[in-house]
């Protein structure tokens, strides 16, 4: 079944030693989004690709970066973790029309821990 | 900037029980979509139902419905004869309608469904 896989599901880090989160595709979507999700609150947008053109959120803060090496693949990379960056993770994708009532299809998470 | 309100953090029902989620929201806007999404325990999150503002007929998909006040700003969904498999966090969420414009999802911060037998 097509699907986002993200890996892995549980990811432990020591405070400001970097860490990257993986996701991928196979429903060969166009967009491709990273969220935050903190215990008891709302997923906030942090990113999001549009093929290769990279949309930042305004208040995402300067330690998350990612990358996209081609349509399949999306990377978050967490320079310094610290321990308020201790969060679910979601990776999400939509299709190729940029268009509102698009559907996100979202992978099941990485649950990061900050120790 | 939009907001979105859920004001129920947890709600129970009994198996095959009717319940209503509620959903506010806060948007300048005049067209827009929102959307509910369900996230299990564990497992990814899914979309439920969606509903474009300009469309005034509430939008249906099987035992899922809301109930869409645009002048209230409210989008409560109600989910008909529940079942085991409703249990999960339910997220309401809102888009802007400008194409090509922020891809951005406002989602609520969620209503936990347990479903008793």
């Known amino acids: 079944d097509a699907m986002v896989i993200q890996n892995p599901r549980y990811q432990v880090t020591q405070f400001g030693k970097p860490v990257t989160l993986s996701c991928s595709q196979t429903?060969?979507?166009?967009?491709m989004y990273w969220y935050q999700q903190k215990s008891s609150q709302a997923p906030k947008l942090l990113f999001h690709y549009y093929d290769k053109d990279f949309n930042n959120e305004a208040d995402t803060p300067d330690n998350f970066q990612s990358r996209r090496p081609n349509t399949s693949f999306c990377f978050l990379d967490i320079r310094s973790p610290g321990l308020g960056d201790a969060a679910m993770y979601l990776c999400?994708?939509?299709?190729?029309?940029?268009?509102?009532?698009?559907?996100?299809?979202f992978g099941p998470g990485t649950r990061l821990t900050v120790l | 900037a939009q907001t979105v309100t859920q004001s129920q953090p947890e709600m129970s029902v009994q198996e095959a029980e009717t319940v209503t989620l509620s959903c506010t929201y806060d948007t300048s806007e005049s067209d827009y979509y929102l959307f509910w999404y369900k996230q299990p325990p564990s497992r990814q999150m899914i979309l439920v139902i969606r509903?474009?503002?300009?469309?005034?007929q509430n939008a249906t998909e099987n035992r899922f419905s809301v109930n869409f006040q645009k002048a209230a700003k409210s989008f409560s969904l109600k989910i008909s004869d529940s079942q085991l498999g409703d249990a999960a966090m339910y997220f309401c969420?809102?888009?802007?309608?400008?194409?090509?414009?922020?891809?951005?999802?406002?989602f609520g911060k969620g209503t936990k469904l347990t479903v008793n037998p």
């Open positions: 999400a994708t939509s299709p190729r029309m940029r268009r509102p009532n698009n559907e996100q299809f």
């Open positions: 969420a809102y888009r802007n309608f400008a194409q090509g414009g922020s891809e951005k999802l406002v």
């Open positions: 509903q474009e503002a300009y469309k005034q």
């Open positions: 429903l060969n979507h166009n967009v």
